[in-house]
């Protein structure tokens, strides 16, 4: 079965510590000109992938009051017309919990259109309950405004609804009259493990903040000068993982279950998007720069293949493992339909694949099932090291594949460093 993701790359601000492809406060014929590429992405992609059965679906960010519900259930039926949509397990969208009466409708309006689908998902972008944090991340809302939107959020969730609430390790602690550090204000704190506790959420998206040259909060000179060296924000990995370990031991007390480095949920609830990619299965991404994966075991690697020939009747690939394209890294390009072909599309090396495997499975409760067929892409004492992780409770062994315990996942990036080779 084949995914697909569709991302919608317009906000109404971009946030100072956003890391993705936005275009602030977009036109409307700029939008709607990116809407029609999309809508002629799909068509150009069915001509390989005409016999598709679509598993999933997933819209990416972007603030819903700029695309209403209509126009994304253009794209959806779209997709239902050229694709096999009979057994489509997820739809899922993100989307920023604002303007709360219009994200309301939106919900709503979504929820009713696809209720033949088992699971139609929603991961609301809430990022914290500090209100200084929310402030100087530009979110146009305070704590007390999240408090009112999950109130009224509860009436509109249906028997299919899935709600995801997203929230960020900002490492930002408050001060108390006694010189103590605390996490938030008690009263947000309090909220949110009532929150928590209620199972109204049936999953949590938890991330520690990472700072990238592009991003505002890492080139602004205002704010390295006053905010970031005077309260020392923001560069204290210690603080950072120190929030997200308060948060997420919140959240694991309560029976969510951690299934991925960043995501936890009840039993059930995972999100089947990002399991299809973390477990390397195959997906298909519309929208700018995107990165497709097939798997060259699937059947539609075959299908691309035939498709490349009868393009190009001189073309002989010998591909043996997977197949990747990125489309335009250009706005503007995609904008004007200048959009990368299959002329794109790059062969994975062995070598290429075996790493991409490895570290993705790492990043999930999966386990990897034989550590020796990785041997080529990991350091030569990687037995030595994955014995002494075993004996600190860093990961489980079982026969010859082993899976990272849950506090390990948190240092990730630690082990990955120390074991693949070429990283």
């Known amino acids: 079965m084949l995914s697909l993701y569709i991302h919608i790359p317009f906000c109404v601000k971009n946030c100072p510590y956003c890391s993705f492809s936005v275009v602030q406060n977009p036109n409307n014929e700029m939008i709607q000109t990116y809407l029609n590429n999309l809508h002629s992405e799909i068509d150009q992609r069915w001509k390989v992938f005409w016999k598709a059965e679509i598993r999933t679906i997933y819209f990416g960010w972007w603030t819903p009051n700029l695309i209403w519900a209509e126009e994304i259930k253009k ?26 009466d219009q994200i309301y409708e939106f919900v709503s309006q979504l929820q009713k259109s696809f209720k033949k689908y ?23 809302y305070t704590f007390p405004g999240m408090v009112d939107f999950l109130r009224w959020l509860r009436d509109l969730k249906l028997e299919n609804s899935v709600y995801n609430f997203d929230f960020m390790a900002f490492g930002v602690f408050n001060q108390t009259k006694k010189w103590d550090l605390q996490l938030w204000t008690p009263s947000a704190l309090e909220f949110f493990q009532d929150f928590v506790n209620s199972w109204f959420a049936d999953s949590f998206s938890l991330y520690m903040l990472e700072l990238f040259e592009h991003q505002k909060w890492k080139k602004n000179p205002e704010w390295n000068s006053s905010v970031i060296q005077q309260y020392g924000l923001f560069w204290n990995e210690d603080e950072i993982y120190e929030e997200f370990d308060i948060l997420k031991n919140i959240i694991q007390e309560w029976w969510y279950k951690r299934y991925e480095i960043s995501n936890f949920a009840a039993v059930g609830k995972s999100s089947i998007h990002n399991r299809v990619y973390r477990e390397m299965e195959d997906y298909l991404w519309l929208w700018l720069a995107a990165s497709s994966f097939i798997n060259a075991k699937s059947q539609y690697f075959w299908d691309i293949i035939e498709y490349l020939k009868k393009v190009d009747s001189s073309l002989n690939p010998e591909w043996q493992n997977g197949i990747r394209w990125t489309n335009t890294p250009y706005f503007p390009k995609y904008i004007w339909n200048e959009k990368l072909g299959e002329s794109a599309i790059q062969p994975l090396s062995h070598s290429d694949y075996l790493i991409e495997s490895f570290f993705l499975s790492l990043r999930t409760d999966r386990w990897i099932g034989d550590i020796s067929k990785f041997k080529s892409v990991l350091v030569e004492d990687y037995t030595e090291k994955i014995k002494l992780y075993e004996e600190n409770g860093f990961l489980k062994l079982r026969e010859n594949g082993f899976v990272l315990s849950d506090e390990w996942m948190d240092c990730y990036n630690g082990i990955i460093t120390e074991l693949l080779k070429e990283i």
């Open 75 to 100: 794209l959806i039926y779209h997709c239902e017309k050229v694709f096999n949509c009979e057994n489509v397990g997820e739809l899922s969208f993100e989307c920023n919990p604002f303007p709360q």
């Open 118 to 140: 088992p699971r139609v998902r929603f991961s609301f972008g809430i990022q914290s309950l500090d209100n200084w944090v929310l402030e100087n991340a530009w979110r146009p």
